[in-house]
């Protein structure tokens, strides 16, 4: 729109309040491209142009719309070459005239009455071709030789009108006599360019059409779809979204969504976080009929980057978010039941002399042990380290005759080899020298009439083991350093997490030996052989490390999960240690995975995973190169020597020593 039609306007203002119809007809009736429009108070508010017009059309607006919500302001005037201008610069009245004339655009030839050329404006030297120092102080006729123009015009007529060409161009000239007190001071010649009605035409029903697709195509997506300028007012919506939303949406065009949301139409508006953050956002909407919609808003940028649409699409997922609640429920209350047959479990969950039994093979092991409380028999319990071959020992001899008798128990591997005879016979006072005076007895008169447990028998040395053979045929003992045997009454319960008989065969454990106390065998699974066990132990040994460290902790699903699948290679005590070291190290009270030591998770926990290897290379160094891993590995991943040997199924003083080896140190 150009400030010269601005300068030549003539007919009345429009209201802001005449629909968008009237107002096309008024310009219309009126050959003009715009007018003035007033609000009530008579104050100008803005232009109304075909521009308006044309966009009305291309974005579907109503033409029941008031012009108020779509005019043109101040902004919409532009100079020339396309860019705003600013009516308010200029030093003079001529200044401002002739800045307001070259920055129209307009093509204006002002002369005196004899038709002499005193101003001449950009535009039409740019027509010309010319510059216009030539064009001033020069007749018209000499650049413009047609006659009509130089017809006359006098004073009070509205103006004379003439067809001229210029070039291949063809301008209307529209002749106006400056007058002043009846006496004319000049004429101002305003020139229009006459443009072909077809490309103008061609264009507005290229618009019309573009406008129908992108209609059809609106109302045809399943997806609800509403569109708002770069203010945030509504200017489409499709079918759909007025289905799924099911909300009354006829008055809504030309509203803003900040007002929508305040009314409580809608919970929030995604266009308004589009506008704010010029990037896509998608949300939860609610809306005052009670759908849930999933929105998202996507921002449509002009050449100079700033949003000018925000198109948004919208979902329905009021049943999907209804059912999200009901699993949400349904949850809550599968996991309510969970626990109490967890409690209910529990309960069932027998406590043996302080040994937690869940399991069927558990429950077999203590059914057998009971039945040999009640033999006066020696006892062999195999199984490995870790697995409880104590506590077995324990209620076989508080369920027997001897239960108010004393147990003594012994670490056959723990005794220095020099001191074992003694330790396990006694002797005589003056046996040997440092010996005690009055002599000292063993572990043998110790246990009278009672148990001796022997754990770890298989570490016993060679020569030993011939001397607790004659003990357990004969039922005498002999002392060192004495001179008669006396009877012994004592029950062996042994235990071995060694493979006896493979030993027998390797000579390095007695035949006759392990005939004698193999005759009741009792072996006790691996924790990982009996899975139903692992929860219980874990329940129990966090109820006991809770309350002597007065804390509250609680162990997640998934924690049990990692329990279960894991191959727990030190049985119960690694378990009792883990969950000890838990209770103490966890931030929170709840215990989840990631508290876990990396050997729960591939590839740590995997105790049989194969090892890779890249290259030949001698034995001797591949060897040291896997030991020397594991070690590393080891000390990475726990806390103690205990531990790592427990994992390695190695003493700790070989961890030690091979630590030392390779120098690896705890970080």
């Not at 919970?267 to 759908?291: A, D, H, Y």
């Not at 020397?628 to 806390?639: P, S």
Request: aromatic share 8%.
């Amino acid at each position: 729109m150009g400030i010269e039609t601005v300068l030549r306007y003539e007919a009345r203002a429009l209201s802001d309040t005449e629909t968008l119809k009237a107002a096309a007809v008024f310009l219309h009736a009126h050959g003009i491209e715009m007018a003035p429009v007033v609000d009530e108070a008579q104050s100008l508010s803005g232009f109304f142009s075909r521009e308006d017009i044309v966009r009305a059309i291309r974005y579907d607006i109503s033409f029941d719309t008031e012009i108020g919500k779509i005019i043109t302001w101040n902004k919409g005037l532009k100079n020339g070459d396309g860019s705003p201008h600013d009516i308010s610069g200029g030093t003079s009245p001529f200044g401002l005239m002739d800045a307001i004339v070259n920055a129209s655009g307009s093509m204006v030839i002002v002369t005196d009455p004899d038709l002499t050329i005193r101003f001449v404006s950009r535009s039409v030297t740019t027509a010309l071709k010319t510059e216009s120092q030539i064009l001033l102080g020069q007749k018209l006729s000499v650049f413009l030789n047609q006659a009509d123009i130089s017809g006359d015009c006098s004073a009070g007529d509205k103006g004379c009108t003439h067809k001229i060409d210029v070039g291949e161009r063809s301008y209307i000239s529209m002749r106006c006599a400056i007058e002043h007190e009846g006496r004319i001071l000049g004429f101002l010649i305003r020139f229009k360019e006459i443009l072909r009605p077809e490309p103008v035409a061609g264009e507005l029903a290229s618009a019309k059409e573009l406008n129908r697709e992108l209609h059809a195509i609106i109302e045809s997506s399943s997806d609800g779809i509403y569109v708002c300028d770069g203010e945030a007012n509504v200017l489409r919506i499709n079918r759909a979204y007025r289905e799924i939303t099911e909300l009354d949406t006829s008055d809504f065009y030309g509203r803003n969504m900040r007002d929508l949301v305040k009314e409580g139409i809608y919970s929030e508006s995604v266009t308004l976080k589009v506008l704010e953050n010029s990037t896509p956002v998608s949300i939860v909407q609610k809306t005052s009929t009670g759908k849930s919609l999933l929105a998202t808003g996507n921002p449509i940028f002009n050449d100079d980057g700033s949003v000018f649409r925000v198109v948004t699409s919208v979902r329905d997922i009021t049943e999907l978010y209804s059912l999200q609640l009901r699993l949400e429920e349904t949850r809550r209350i599968s996991e309510q039941y969970m626990k109490e047959l967890q409690n209910l479990r529990v309960k069932r969950v027998r406590n043996v002399e302080g040994m937690v039994i869940g399991s069927d093979e558990m429950e077999k092991v203590v059914e057998m042990a009971m039945r040999f409380a009640g033999i006066n028999a020696t006892v062999l319990i195999t199984g490995e380290s870790g697995t409880g071959k104590e506590m077995v020992a324990d209620i076989i001899h508080k369920h027997s005759e001897r239960a108010d008798r004393p147990c003594i128990k012994v670490n056959c591997g723990a005794i220095p080899k020099d001191l074992m005879e003694s330790e396990f016979f006694g002797y005589e006072e003056g046996a040997f020298t440092g010996a005690r005076k009055g002599g000292r007895a063993g572990y043998f008169s110790m246990a009278e009439g009672g148990t001796l447990f022997l754990d770890e028998i298989g570490e016993l040395p060679y020569d030993l083991q011939a001397k607790l053979l004659r003990i357990l045929q004969s039922r005498e003992l002999m002392r060192i350093g004495g001179r008669k045997s006396s009877p012994v009454d004592v029950r062996i319960i042994a235990a071995t997490n060694k493979n006896l008989e493979a030993m027998v065969a390797e000579k390095s454990f007695r035949e006759d030996l392990y005939y004698r106390i193999n005759v009741f065998p009792l072996h006790i699974p691996a924790l990982q052989e009996r899975p139903d066990d692992i929860q219980f132990l874990a329940a129990h040994f966090l109820r006991f490390f809770n309350k002597n460290y007065g804390t509250q902790k609680r162990l997640s699903p998934d924690v049990l999960d990692h329990f279960e699948r894991y191959s727990w290679p030190g049985n119960i005590r690694e378990l009792q240690n883990l969950i000890e070291r838990l209770v103490v190290i966890a931030p929170d009270d709840l215990i989840t995975a990631k508290d876990l030591p990396c050997c729960f998770s591939e590839p740590c926990g995997a105790a049989s995973a194969d090892i890779a290897v890249k290259g030949l290379m001698p034995l001797k160094d591949a060897l040291e190169s896997v030991e020397k891993q594991l070690i590393r590995m080891a000390y990475d991943n726990f806390a103690t020597t205990r531990d790592m040997a427990e994992y390695l199924r190695i003493s700790a003083a070989s961890v030690v020593r091979k630590a030392a080896k390779y120098g690896i140190r705890k970080k």
